[in-house]
């Protein structure tokens, strides 16, 4: 079973030298920075290295990644993630003689090192034989690297006995060591192999009769962009059998990796050609000779759909334009439509230089496709899936995967007059009431019930605006300070119209009159109006991130206001909870017991079945306010 593992993140905003044009950084940085870093940052225990470019066909990846940092940072020109285990072993690569010599003057003769911004952050992985990690395309908690019991194609449940296959593509690479080896261990009646090279054809053919001497092979050297030769590849299935049960869209290039204005169109548009036309002529005819009988359309797409370099913007386009074409088929209850993302597998493809992070086996992918045309997987039909996913968990959340329409192409964002009826959230029924003031409301934080509903759960960020100061705390930070006030002013959205709030932090040490702050951004959590993600704005604690919640708020008799926040636990920090109280004109206003004792009790009952709650709660202690009248005070 791989084990999952917690990595060390780390975020570089990157910025072109003067006088580099935009075509000169990307060019620099992705086809001579990259490779010259490759090797050594394997020594030092580089895991996975991803590159965002800011192109105008990847501002919203870009934007997305990075709004962590808490501010728009589409005024940068790329951005870099390096996934390690060790962040002092990753450090220890800033002083070899190597980076020192060469990579240094690299980065000197195309970036701006004076604007570079970093972070550093989490990441949980799937490692599997120490060696492998796929992260942030995760859809699944297990992911694969090779064959696994599910996928077994000699596994009775995907046997393919008296089935006709189709692969093209079958020449090489993944359709031949994958897809026609994997298909030919499910003992199928006949497995029709088609690629331009007729001669690799003839390996292939030994490779699959290796494998599994009862099963027929047909060679039949097909190109797929031109309609006659598909037209007489499927005239050859049906005068030798009538019938084709499943169709494995192998066939792809990718060609042609420059920005749009520096690119010669006819390789641009090769990758329509093969990728995207190909498919159109191989499905064409495939449902010709289905008709109404049950078959199976797989096309092996990629997940370059969803990855938006402009620097590859061919294949990628060509891939996601199949994913689309998938969901438009799969209104046809007689044919299952798939679009399978293979693993990142060693091909010619895939760039030479990335060969050794390719670690997905064909036999993945093989395995993978040989499961999709089963009865169990017909739920993903329409849909997109990675091989490196689980297919066990897949089938436990097909119900989750078909009420919410996962894994399909379409628009993110909400349309329709509806999500305009409550703009602020605002919550209209508190979901406990206490006589103790006017309004408490209450709801558990999101870390301890997951599967509650959030919308309107919380307060306005207009209510939340203002000055507050910490009245009561467990985080040791706060408890040998004094006068502390947050003040909450809303920032403009983000492009992605996500909301801002500027954080800016005073207070004294018990031991000096000396004022310090702390300056941050926090970035509101998609779904949930009570949740914000809080970063640093300063050189120190840039690197430093944490996730909060208001899980209570409430008015004071009398005039004030009062909520109590959830943090959750950092790689610096324990988990914790602030109660922040203000009076009129966010003057400071002190809890009286009563007050005080009334919202533990409502904490109490709400924590009741949470004994983590319960323990941050008791270990609740007053922060020094020096405006408080000691008499009386909790």
Known sequence: MPAEEKLIRITALLFRKEGITPKEFYHHWYEIHG?????????????????????????????????????????????AETLVRDLDTYLRMQVDPEYLE?????????????????????????????????TGEAFTRTLHRDEYDAIDPTSPALSQAGKVIVVTGASQGIGKEGIVRQFARAKPKAIVIAARNAEKLKETEALALEVEPTVEIV??????????????????????????????NNAGVSVGHTNVDMMELDDYWQNFEVNVKGVLLTTKYFLRLLGDATGTIINISSQAAWNEPEVSAGYCLSKLAIVKLCRQMSWRPNVSVVALHPGTVKSDIVPEFFWRFAEDTPALAGGTAVWLTTEEARFMSGRF???????????????????????????????????????????????????????????LPALYDPDAPVQNSGPSIDWVSGRWHISHSSLPMWLDKRNCTVDYTPLAPNSSGVLRLDDMVHY??????????????????????????????????????????IFGYGELSGGGDWMIMH?????????????FVRGV??????????????????????????????????????????????????
């Open 585 to 634: 004109d966010g003057a400071y206003r002190r809890l009286d017991e009563s007050e005080y004792a009334s919202i533990v009790a409502e904490v109490e009952k709400l924590a009741t079945d949470h004994t983590e709650l319960l323990s941050l709660l008791s270990q609740f202690k007053p922060v020094k306010n020096d405006s408080e009248n000691p008499t009386g005070a909790v």
């Open 385 to 443: 899936i990675s091989a490196n996913w689980c297919v066990k968990e897949l089938v436990a959340r097909k119900e989750e995967i078909e009420q919410e329409g996962l894994c399909k192409v379409g628009m993110i964002g909400t349309v329709g007059l509806d999500q305009f009826k409550n703009p602020n959230f605002s919550l209209k029924a508190p979901l406990h009431v206490s006589t103790m003031g006017k309004i408490i409301s209450l709801r």
């Open 102 to 134: 060469k990579i240094i003057p690299d980065e000197a003769a195309f970036m701006d090192k004076s604007k570079l911004e970093f972070t550093i952050g989490y990441e949980y992985a799937i490692i599997e034989d120490g060696k492998a990690v796929k």
């Open 35 to 79: 490779p010259k870093m490759l090797d050594l940052s394997l020594r030092y225990g580089v895991l996975e290295y991803r590159q965002y470019h800011t192109t105008p066909a990847a501002k919203s990846t870009l934007d997305a990644v990075a709004k962590a940092f808490g501010k728009e940072c589409l005024s940068c020109d790329g951005m």
């Open 219 to 248: 060679r039949v050297p097909t190109d797929v962009t031109k309609e006659d030769s598909v037209k007489s590849l499927f005239d050859t299935v049906q005068q030798k059998f009538g019938r084709a049960d499943v169709l494995v």
């Open 508 to 549: 004294q040490t018990l031991t000096s009159d000396s004022v310090s702050q702390i300056h941050a951004v926090n970035t509101g959590w998609e779904g949930n109006p009570a949740g914000w993600t809080w970063r640093g704005t300063g050189w120190i604690t840039q690197f430093i991130s944490c996730d909060w919640e």
């Open 567 to 579: 943090f959750r636990a950092t790689w610096l920090t324990k988990a914790g909870l602030d109660l």
